[in-house]
């Protein structure tokens, strides 16, 4: 299936169990700061098993083309780990998931589970907006003496600000659907108004800066 048949079922499905919440007039906080039109909640897929399937079988289908000598899979925490799983079972490849900072307790470690040194290993992420989620789990592999080749991800956002810091990082990246996907399909079911629609375009564009004026529609 080629990248934009593929990423307009993903977003089907997505938008099909009300994974994508809407709310240009009354903005999402994140845990970032940044207030935003929209809020994609890839961890819903968890609890659709025929959602969940075509998922794991999109990005297996990626992986394999695009990393055929992968030798292992490491999940972000949290939402990253299921899909991760779910990758690494039908690759048959060890896996891993990688904390945001070491635990406080016990051995203290970041990563959970272990990997042969220099493994050959692709990150796998539900969501990426900034980038930072992922890039993290990549420099705590490399930290640990592993081998990161490329993140995998369900959907981006598409902000310019990732696509230019996994370019500093040296790593190549790819998600199964996008923003512009999202936003495109959900217009075209009526979930959102040509207005807005223009707003959610006006977000992507700057999202650290988006609403210009707080309150203003």
């Given amino acids: ?35 935003s039109p929209i809020y994609c909640d890839n961890r819903l897929t968890i609890s ?24 292992a899979v490491a999940g972000t925490a949290t ?3 299921p899909h991760a799983a779910w990758v690494a079972d039908r690759l048959r490849l060890p896996m891993v998931y990688v904390r945001s900072k070491p635990k406080g307790h016990g051995t203290t470690g970041q990563i959970e589970g272990r990997l042969n040194p220099g493994s050959r290993t692709v990150v796998v992420e539900d ?25 995998a991800a369900v959907a981006t956002y598409e902000f310019p600000e990732a696509a230019a810091a996994f370019t500093r990082a040296r ?22 108004s040509a207005d807005q629609r ?13 609403p210009p004026v707080i309150g203003q529609p």
């Fill in 1 to 35: 299936m080629e990248h934009k048949a593929t990423a307009r079922v993903i977003a089907g499905l997505l938008l099909d169990i009300e994974a994508v919440f809407f709310r240009p007039d009354e903005p999402f906080i994140w845990t970032s700061g940044i207030r």
């Fill in 48 to 71: 659709y098993p025929q959602v969940r399937e075509v998922i794991a079988g999109a990005l297996v289908a990626e992986i394999r083309r695009r990393w055929p000598d992968a030798e």
């Fill in 79 to 81: 939402a990253g780990i």
């Fill in 127 to 151: 969501l990426i907006s900034t980038g930072g989620s992922a890039l993290g789990t990549v420099a705590a592999l490399r930290g640990a003496g592993y081998n990161p080749v490329g993140v």
């Fill in 171 to 192: 790593i190549p990246w790819f998600a199964l659907t996008d923003y512009s996907t999202l936003i495109e399909l959900a217009a075209e079911r009526g979930l959102v």
């Fill in 198 to 210: 223009a707003v959610l375009e006006e977000f992507r564009a700057d999202p650290h800066h988006w």
